[in-house]
């Protein structure tokens, strides 16, 4: 069984440019979570999406968007990227939907540089 | 939200050794997982552990809910054992689905 995958794997953008990260679930997942992971400042939870609609968001500037696609896949879009956008953006699936009990297995990331 | 505590931060050690590694969580949890950072980034999932004690292989842990602490013993530890381990809680009756993650534990294992 395929995990949940992330494209692309790098991705390199200059300051004021837009940037789009797409996930794609394990097969029968409808959860798609978004988490960055910038240097020094850990993990941190961005989005969660389940059915096609948006179900939470983290402590993140509006520029930060994203959807979820009928086949259940993900985008997370960055507008006007500036330097501190720079990190690791980890995609996580998940079966149910439960928000307290659910677990959450992640794609193998997308590294953004932002220059 | 939920606080979650790694220890040690980091640890380092000769191949063979075991080690244990600590979480402390300071609410209720109905979900607790263990992950392995790879030098690529991923996260591998280890286990999902609320409560009680699972084992697969050279892993094992253990969560004792009622004292909010969950533990991660690595044996016989092995230089592919390295990375950074995180451990990730999402607190009880929460609705919001995201996982608080702590901020991890540096294993080095040298050969």
């Known amino acids: 069984e395929a995990g949940v995958t992330q494209s692309p794997t790098h991705l390199i953008k200059t300051r004021g440019q837009q940037a789009t990260l797409r996930c794609s679930p394990i097969s029968g997942h409808t959860s798609v979570y978004w988490y960055q992971q910038a240097l020094g400042l850990g993990l941190q939870f961005l989005l969660w999406y389940d059915e096609g609609e948006e179900r939470n968001r983290g402590n993140f500037p509006p520029r930060f968007s994203g959807r979820q696609f009928p086949n259940y896949s993900s985008e997370l879009n960055v507008n006007a990227l500036e330097l501190e956008d720079s990190a690791l953006y980890l995609c996580?699936?998940?079966?149910?939907?439960?928000?307290?009990?659910?677990?959450?297995?992640f794609g193998p990331g997308t590294r953004l540089t932002v220059l | 939200g939920i606080q979650v505590e790694q220890s040690p931060p980091d640890l380092i050690l000769q191949e063979g050794a075991n080690s244990t590694l600590r979480c402390n969580f300071s609410d209720s949890v109905n979900n607790l997982q263990w992950f392995h950072q790879n030098p690529w980034g991923q996260l591998i999932n280890l286990f999902y552990?609320?409560?009680g004690t699972k084992q697969n292989g050279r892993l094992s842990a253990t969560t004792v809910a009622t004292e909010r602490y969950s533990l991660l013993y690595i044996s016989s530890s092995q230089t592919t054992d390295s990375g950074v381990y995180f451990c990730a809680v999402v607190d009880r009756g929460s609705t919001l689905g995201r996982l608080y993650f702590g901020r991890g534990t540096q294993l080095t294992v040298w050969p």
């Open positions: 552990i609320p409560s």
């Open positions: 996580a699936s998940s079966f149910l939907g439960l928000a307290d009990t659910d677990t959450q297995y």
